[in-house]
C-alpha cells in the first residue's frame, strides 16, 4: 500500500508525533517503534497530530489501545488532533472519543497539557 | 604410503584373479623349464626362456595395471612409493652378493651350475626385481599420462617397444657383428625416455609444499636409480642371478631403471624451476577451486547466515587476509555480519571508521585502505595494516560492504584485488538469492498459514440462514485473501426470539480468525443466558478484555429481534452502524458504545447505549462489516456509506436476497480495479409479518414508544 511517515517534534515537555500517509498492518510498526522510543526516554505527554494522515485501519487504531495504558500510568496521556473527516468516523464507530481527548487543533492539544501541569502544580502547592 | 598398505589389502584375493593365476603358471613353468634344461645354450633354449619371462612380465603388468587403475592415486604418492620400493630395492642389490655367498659356497659355480634350491632362490630374486621394476613402469606410465590428453599415447608405446626390441637383440646380437641392430634400438630408447621424460605438466597442479618435498623426493630416488643401475654391473651376484635367468630381462631391467632415472632427474629440474611460481599458483588455484566450492554452495539451500559464513572464510581463503567480514545495510543500519577472526567490538569500530572514509554510496570497486590512517591510534591499527573492501550490489544497490584484513600492509597486490573483487560479485548475487528465497519461503509459510485461518472462518460462519415466516434473511460473507477477521452469527434463543450478532476483529490473518472462534464460543454459551444485547456486549468485553492482547479490539453489533413483541434491540460495541430503511429513507441506528477489548468493565458499561425498535411490515435492517464501505477503486476512493445508502434505498422493496446481491454486485463492480483488501459482511433482515392488520393495530401502543426512543439517537440521511 502507500507511505506511511512519522515524524516526531517536540514543544516543550510535549511530544508531537505528526503521522502521514496510510497507517494499516504494514505501517503501524513505524508508529510502534515512536511510542516505545517516546516511553523509553520518559515521555508521556503526547499528541498525535492526523493532518497528513489519509487513511487508518482497525491495525494502526490498535497502536493507540496498545500504549495508552502505560502512558497514562506514568501521567501522561495521548491526545489526537487535526483528524480529517473520514480519519475522525472511523476513529468515532469504535468509540475512541469516549477513550481519548481529541482536538481540532495541535494547539489546544498542547496547551491542554501544559494547562493541567499547572492544575497539578497549584495543587501540590 | 597408504597406496602402498592398500596393495597388501587388494592381495586378499589376489589368488583369484585370473592374470595373476597366468602369472604364477608362467612362472612355474619357467622354473620347471630351467630346471629341466639347465645349461643349455642353445638359441631355441634361449627364446622359450625369453618368452616365458615375456609372458610371466605381461601378466603381472596386465595385473598391476588393474590395481593401479582402480584406485586413483596421486602422483605424489605414486612417488613416494617409488622412494620406498627403490630404497627397498637398493640394499636388495647391495646385499644379493654377501647372502648369496652366505647360502652357497661359491656362487659363480652355482649360477653357472644350478641346483634345485639356487635355481628357486635366484627366480624368488628375479620375481622380485621383476615386480619391482614393473611397479615402476606402470608408476611411469600413470606419471605420463596424469593430466595428459589421449593423443600421447603412441609415444609412449613406441618406447616399450624399443625397450623390448633393445633388450632382446642385446643378448642374441649385442657380442657379433651385428650388434648395430641392438645399439641402434638402445639409442632409440634412451631418445625417446628423455622426450617421454618432458611431460610432466601435472607438476604445476600441486601444492608448493607438494613441489618442496617432491623436489627433495625426486633427486632421492633419481640419484637411488643411477647408484643401483651402478652397483648391476657386470661382475655383480645380482646381474649375473638375472643373466643366469635372461640376459634380456637383466638388459630390461637396466633399461627401466635408466628411464626412471632419466625421468626423476628431469623431475627434479622441473619441479626446481616450478618453486618459483608455486605461490602465485597455488593461490590462483585455491581462488578457482574456492568458487568452484562455492558456486556448488550456492545452487543448494542455504540459510543466509550460513553462506555469509561461507563468504568470509572463502574470502579469506582467496586473499590470504588475517580476518573478514561483512558490514551488511539493514534498512538504515550497517551491521558486522560473519565475522571470521575479529570480534564484533573490533569490527563496528573498524566499521564507523570505513564508512566515514569510504564513499561506500558510489564504490564500485575493490579498493584498499591502510589503517595507519586511522586517527586515533589503537591496538587495532597495530594488529592490522592494510584492509581490502568490495561492494556487495544487488540490482545496483549497495546491499553491503565485505571487508578482508591484513597484519601485513605489503600483503594486499592486485591480484588480491582481483580475486576479492571476483569473489564479491559472486557473493553478493547469491546472498541476495540466498535473501529472496528465504523471503519466498516466509511467503509460502505465510500463505499456508492463511489457508488454516480461512478454513477456521469457514467453518465458525453459519453454513445457511434460519428461516422465519416473519422475517426474511439473506447473508452474504466475501473473505479476503488476508483474512479479515469478519464474524457473523444468528442465535436461537426460544422460538420468539432470535439474536444476530456481527463483528469484525483487528487484525488478520490466523491470529485474526482465532479470535472469531473465541467470540464465536463466548456468545454461543452467553446467549443461552442473556437475551439483552446490552448486557451481552458488556459480559462479553468483560471476558475479552482479559484474553485479547492490548492491541486487539473487536467491533461487534447484537441485535435481539422479539417476534411476538415485534421489537428489535440493539446495542453496539464500536461497529458500523446498523441501517434501517423504512418507507423512503434510510436510518443509522448508532446507539453510543465502544470496541470490545478496548476498555475496563465500568467504563465500558457505562458508554454503552441500546436501541429499541418497533418493527413495521418491510422495515429493512441492514448489518455490515467496514469491507462494504472501505472497498475501493483503482483511485483509492471508499465506496463510502452514502453510496451504500442510495443502493439500498434503490431496491428496498425487493428481497432481501435480491438487495444484498445488487450491493455485492455494485462493490464489486466499485472495486473490481483494486483487490480486496478486507472481509466483506451483509446481513439483511425484512420484516414480513404473517398477521400484519391485527398485530399491527395491537402493537399501536408500543410503536409509538418505540419510535421516540430511536429517532433521539439515529441520525437521518
Redesign the interface.
Known sequence: M?EFSTAIIDRGDVSVINVSGYLD?HTAPTLESNFTELIDNNKFKIVVNFKDLAYIS??G???F??YV?KIRDNAGDIKLTNMNE?VYNIFD????P??YEIFSTEDEAVNKFNKSDKVGNDESK | MTNYTNLNADKINILDNIQFRLFLGSSGALLVFKLLFSGSELIVYKLVTDLLIISAISFLFLFLMDIFEKRNASPFSLIMNIGILNAFVFFLIMFSDSIMSLLFENVNEKLNNPSLVSTIITLAYILLIVGFIIYVFITLRHLFFFRQSGSQKIYFYTMLVFFVLASLTAQYFGANELSFISDTFMIISVLLMLLNSLRISWIAFIVKKEKIALLVLSIVIAVLFIVNLNNSGDATVHSKMLSSISPSLKEFTEIIMLYAAIYFSVLFFTTLFHIPTAEAFDRKAEEVSSLQYFSKLITQVLEYNELADTVTDITIRVSGANASWIIWREKDEFISLANKNIGFIDSNLLNKFILRKVDWENLDDTIFLKLSDIEVQSKLSQKFRAMAISPLKAHGKLQGLLVAICKDDKKFNEEDKNAIATFSDYASISMENSRLLEESIEKERLERELDVAREIQRKIIPEKNPEYEDLEISSVFVPAFEVGGDYYDFFKISESKLGILIADVSGKGISAAFIMAEIKGIFESLSKTIENPREILIKANDILISTLDSKTFVSAAYCLIDFNERKLNIARAGHCPVLLLRNDTAQRLKPSGMGLGMSREKHFEDTLDELIIDLKENDTIVLYTDGITEAKNENLDDFGEKYFTEILLESRNKSSDEISKKVINEVSMFAKNHSQYDDITLVILKWKPRHSEERGRDRQKIKLNGEKEWQNSAQQL
Open positions: 502507500a498492518a482497525s491495525a487504531l490498535g497502536v489501545m496498545a495504558e473520514k464507530l469504535l468509540g475512541f469516549l477513550l
